[in-house]
């Protein structure tokens, strides 16, 4: 059965932030990858919402979120959609682009996050002095950039579907065909939405790489056994210099495993918050 979601949009620096609410309970804030919007967090919503208050957004360009073209933060974002929403602390997760969102909320808001989750996420500040890329992969990363920056959108639609769905080393339809055609959708949909807009986000100073360190709440890692080898390079270093963060790898996923396993994903998350 779905929880009643109730839905609005809270007013952010220059934009609309959307998001949706279910359920009571602690707080849990989920934030989408960058190859998504909010509804990535289908399957896990009404599970979630039994034991939750739990909210999900569309981040600046993705989704129904607007702006205007301002400089602006991820982390006051998110500061102003909970202060909209009358929250004052939250259990936080993050998938790719939000797992770093994530991880960097929980540095400038220390007293605001109970606990951080980051699956398949970034570290901001991160450099090849930290981590040593394969070839390959830089090429696949070359490749996406190159046809990103020659707006030559169909093929790019294709590309981040296969390699972020599938696995960058993996074959052309290796992710289930629900979930890939749901990912595509959204990937489709946020290029053709957000082609003129271009606010600039502005960075965690400093950066997180440096501050690992400081995060005391509890914290999770998880990722894919066939993601990038970079990203598994990236969990790496935040579960070994987060102290006692715990690290879960999901057998025969890549990049977005709470798509491709929601179930087991699902009783992870709740395990680890439940304790």
Request: proline share 6%; aromatic share 6%.
């Amino acid at each position: 059965m779905q929880p009643t979601t109730t839905s609005g949009y809270a007013d952010i620096h220059g934009g609309k932030l959307y998001y949706e609410v279910a359920g009571t309970g602690p707080a849990l804030l989920l934030i989408h990858a960058g190859v998504a919007d909010h509804r990535m967090w289908d399957d896990q919503w009404a599970a979630f919402a039994q034991h939750f208050r739990v909210i999900r957004y569309d981040t600046r360009e993705f989704g129904k979120t607007t702006s205007q073209d301002v400089a602006y933060s991820n982390r006051q974002d998110i500061a102003d959609l909970l202060s909209h929403l009358g929250i004052s602390r939250i259990a936080i997760m993050g998938v790719s682009r939000g797992g770093q969102i994530a991880t960097d909320f929980t540095l400038e808001h220390p007293d605001m996050v109970t606990h951080l989750i980051s699956v398949a996420g970034g570290i901001s500040g991160i450099s090849y002095d930290d981590i040593t890329p394969l070839p390959e992969e830089v090429a696949i990363n070359e490749r996406i950039e190159a046809v990103e920056n020659a707006k030559d959108y169909p093929p790019l639609i294709d590309l981040e579907v296969h390699v972020w769905g599938d696995g960058p080393a993996q074959p052309e339809g290796r992710m289930a065909a629900g979930p890939r055609a749901k990912m595509r959708q959204m990937v489709a949909e946020n290029y053709a939405a957000h082609q003129g807009e271009s606010p600039t986000a502005q960075p965690l100073d400093p950066p997180a790489i440096h501050r690992l360190g400081e995060i005391r709440v509890p914290t999770l890692v998880i990722e894919g056994d066939l993601d990038f080898d970079e990203t598994h390079q990236v969990m790496g270093i935040l579960a070994a210099r987060v102290a006692g963060a715990q690290h879960v790898v999901i057998a025969g996923t890549a990049h977005l495993p709470n798509m491709e396993q929601p179930a087991q994903f699902t009783q992870i998350v709740l395990d680890f918050l439940r304790k």
